[in-house]
């Protein structure tokens, strides 16, 4: 079991930044590619970001691209997300998410529909 607990969430002006962090538990984070999703009202939750299990490998979806940036520190448990140029396009609730197979890659998870351990969401809210 892994629970995930994000922070970081809030409220900023369209083309602010913002940082999401989520701290994870268990002895197994370091084998797990990690991801964050987000959902927008009346939206189906879709893929951000994910990064592989050294960290040394990212993805992201394209509408994000060159403006978040993952990241995660293996020593401390935890996995980041960096948000510049935000939009009001990006106002969602943020979910970090685990894949409940270690042998899941940080590439499929942007393909996850399900089979993920999720925390319970940060909401970002980005006025124009």
């Known amino acids: 079991q892994v629970q995930l607990v994000e922070s970081g969430g809030g409220s900023v002006q369209a083309g602010g930044s913002l940082r999401l962090s989520c701290a994870a538990s268990?002895?197994?984070?370091?084998?797990?590619?990690m991801g964050w999703f987000r959902q927008a009202p009346g939206k189906v939750r879709e893929f951000v970001a994910s990064i592989s299990r050294s960290g040394d490998d990212t993805y992201y979806a394209d509408s994000v691209k060159g403006r978040f940036t993952i990241s995660r520190d293996n020593a401390k448990n935890t996995v980041s997300l960096q948000m510049n140029s935000l939009k009001s396009d990006d106002t969602a609730v943020y979910y970090c998410?685990?894949?409940?197979?270690?042998?899941?890659?940080?590439?499929?998870?942007?393909?996850?529909?399900?089979?993920?351990?999720w925390g319970q969401g940060a909401q970002v809210t980005v006025s124009s």
């Open positions: 998410a685990a894949p409940v197979s270690s042998l899941a890659t940080a590439q499929a998870m942007g393909r996850m529909t399900s089979g993920a351990y």
């Open positions: 268990g002895r197994t984070f370091s084998s797990r590619a």
